[in-house]
């Protein structure tokens, strides 16, 4: 199979199971909306979900996977499975002690965490003391979370990716379990909430053990402690930390300025960054995620003509697919919020502002997308220091824009700064990749995109008109709201295909191939 048929393969598996994930995560937020709106129990929540989150994606998934992936595939094809499994039981067990000690630690001193992360807080006692609570709860989650992330690094460079991609399944279904079992258990209902978290850790690390075993990797075996590629993993891994999770740690900065605006910022925030993470994670991470095995093959047997085709073909397939949906989530911005959240403690004014912050969280998803593609093909090369030094220039900006804009645009103005840092980001990471390699195949990229643009304008334009001849617009019955929001994302769909294939696009033709292989596959079975 060619590296292209590996990789929107490996995509679409990728991209099916997150889907079924963010499904189940709409289900958790709409559920946790209902019960604990935007106000304190939910800001406190969501910061102290956040920091063991946002050390998953710096220090796991965000620098260990891609650290380890590229090691491990030169392993494999240097030296064999043997030396390659064996290498991923030292950095198992390794790894198991330093998150040992990280989780303990942050149990200490959770209450300097929080003070760190959200400063406002300290001027509430109750909204303070909480979120020390929630975070000491869900602090183990990282320990769990980070042996998932190494395991989705060994099942992916030995081409399995179901497993690692339905796991948050099963985050999703604890935390949902907990709200509704445990919730009149505790005297602070959010407590619940938190302990779903933890036991969705555990069973997240669970899933993955049954996949480790079948392909050879046995975690109890005895390896070397000083095993010689964990140094080279290290080194990659130190400055990648902040390479690879720049959106995440922009994030966070919106957290802590947010936390000095108005009660409610943070769940505004919050809310509409998780639709903006439904067509990232389906698509965008799913696609990240599978292309870095594919270019750390192509590296490994030093085939850089391989490398050129495959992050052109991987960058307009992401293109294709995440600028109509950003169209999409700003036209229906506020009809998605009403159907997904409005009800219960999440109100009419909570919806409006939601909707503010996800239309600027919107404008940034191409560039969101496209630096998951270009950061892996950095990675790959085994190039670390090039996408950290990105990075901190994009931090800076983020940092500069968020106190610029949050004072006349509040809470929208940190999801605006976080989008046109992100956009910086992906520029500057494209020139650098070009110097690099010489040839990126810009000139296809730049015609696909443009493809994607116009399709995606005129689909836009096309849902406006169809919602004004439904008479659907201002609806608040739920089932109207299904069927608004369903009409017009079905019509979305159908009008940009169109468009697409009128405008010859190549990566409609990929997507075909892949659906029409499926399909034949499924006769023959």
Not at 1 to 15: D, H, I, N, Q, Y
Not at 321 to 326: D, R, V
Not at 489 to 497: D, F
Request: glycine content about 10%.
């Amino acid at each position: 199979m060619s590296e292209k048929k590996e990789l929107t393969r490996a995509a679409g598996v990728v991209g099916s199971a997150t889907l079924l994930s963010r499904i189940l995560g709409f289900i958790r937020d709409m559920v946790i909306a209902s019960f604990f709106g935007a106000g304190l129990s939910a800001d406190a929540f969501f910061v102290a979900f956040r920091i063991p989150n946002l050390l998953r994606r710096l220090f796991a998934e965000g620098s260990l996977t891609v650290a380890f992936i590229p090691v491990f595939t030169e392993y494999l094809a240097g030296r064999g499975r043997k030396d390659a499994l064996e290498l991923a039981g030292s950095v198992f067990h390794l790894l198991s002690l330093i998150l040992t000690a990280v989780t303990l630690l942050g149990i200490l001193f959770a209450p300097l965490i929080v003070r760190v992360m959200a400063p406002g807080f300290a001027l509430s006692a109750e909204k303070y003391e909480i979120t020390v609570l929630l975070t000491r709860i869900m602090f183990p989650y990282i320990f769990f979370i980070g042996l998932v992330a190494l395991s989705m690094g060994i099942l992916n460079a030995l081409g399995h990716f179901a497993a690692p991609a339905l796991a948050p399944v099963f985050l999703n279904l604890a935390m949902i379990f907990s709200i509704f079992t445990l919730s009149s258990v505790f005297e602070k209902p959010v407590v619940a909430l938190a302990i779903g978290v933890l036991i969705g850790g555990a069973l997240q690390l669970a899933l993955q053990i049954p996949f480790l075993l079948r392909k050879g990797f046995h975690f109890w075996k005895k390896a070397p402690w000083r095993h010689p590629a964990i140094k080279r993993i290290g080194l990659l891994m130190m400055p990648a930390v902040l390479g690879s999770a720049v959106y995440q740690v922009n994030i966070l900065v919106g957290t802590l300025l947010a936390s000095l605006l108005a009660e409610g910022s943070i769940s505004y925030l919050y809310y509409a960054d998780r639709l903006v993470q439904f067509p990232l994670g389906i698509f965008a991470i799913a696609v990240g995620t599978a292309v870095l095995p594919s270019l750390s093959r192509q590296a490994a047997a030093d085939d850089m003509d391989a490398m050129q085709d495959t992050f052109a073909y991987a960058l307009r397939f992401v293109f294709f697919i995440t600028i109509p949906a950003m169209i999409g989530l700003i036209v229906l911005r506020v009809p998605i919020i009403e159907l997904l959240f409005k009800r219960g403690a999440f109100d009419a004014e909570t919806t409006r502002l939601t909707a503010d912050a996800l239309l600027y969280y919107a404008l940034g998803l191409w560039a969101f997308s496209g630096v998951r593609v270009v950061v892996s093909t950095f990675y790959a090369l085994q190039d670390t220091k090039t996408p950290v030094k990105v990075a901190c220039l994009s931090m800076l900006a983020n940092i500069g824009l968020s106190l610029l804009l949050m004072g006349p645009m509040r809470h929208g103005g940190l999801a605006l700064a976080t989008s046109l840092s992100s956009m910086l980001n992906l520029i500057l990471l494209v020139w650098f990749l070009k110097k690099r390699l010489g040839r990126i195949g810009a000139g296809s990229i730049l015609k696909s995109a443009a493809i994607s643009s116009a399709a995606s304008v005129l689909m836009g334009c096309g849902i406006w008109l169809f919602v004004g001849m439904t008479g659907l617009e201002g609806e608040t019955d739920f089932i109207r709201l299904i069927l608004y929001v369903g009409l017009s994302v079905l019509g979305g769909v159908a009008i940009y295909g169109g468009l697409s294939f009128v405008f010859k696009s190549r990566e409609l033709a990929a997507v075909a191939g892949m659906i029409g292989d499926r399909l034949r596959g499924a006769e023959k079975s």
